[in-house]
């Protein structure tokens, strides 16, 4: 099985933690034997992924593509048609 080639680290990250956290960051790092750095960047890396593979990424086989597209396409109904959905619009929200 063919590696892909390693990319040229030449840029830093910098970030303050607690002791706490810091100690909490360590005792994980070394319970599967990954230095710090290393641990903290596999993290954040696969946290980035996941974010934005859920902003980017969108694949659905033909029959549920279909049904999205027929979905999104269909006029929007009343507020009126959709009383649940009305009072929830009416309640106030933890933002206002």
Not at 7 to 18: N, P
Not at 26 to 50: G, P, T, W, Y
Not at 60 to 88: C, G, N, S, T
Request: net charge positive.
């Amino acid at each position: 099985m063919a590696t892909a080639p390693k990319e040229l680290k030449d840029k830093r990250l910098y970030l303050r933690v607690s002791p706490r956290q810091r100690e909490v960051i360590s005792e994980a790092a070394e319970a599967i034997d990954k230095d710090v750095s290393s641990f903290v960047l596999d993290a954040a890396m696969m946290d980035a992924q996941r974010v934005l593979g859920d902003r980017r990424v969108f694949s659905l086989d033909d029959d549920r593509w279909a049904a999205f597209q027929q979905a999104i396409d269909r006029p929007v109904e009343p507020l009126a048609r959709k009383p649940r959905l009305k009072k929830l619009l009416e309640q106030p929200s933890v933002l206002d």
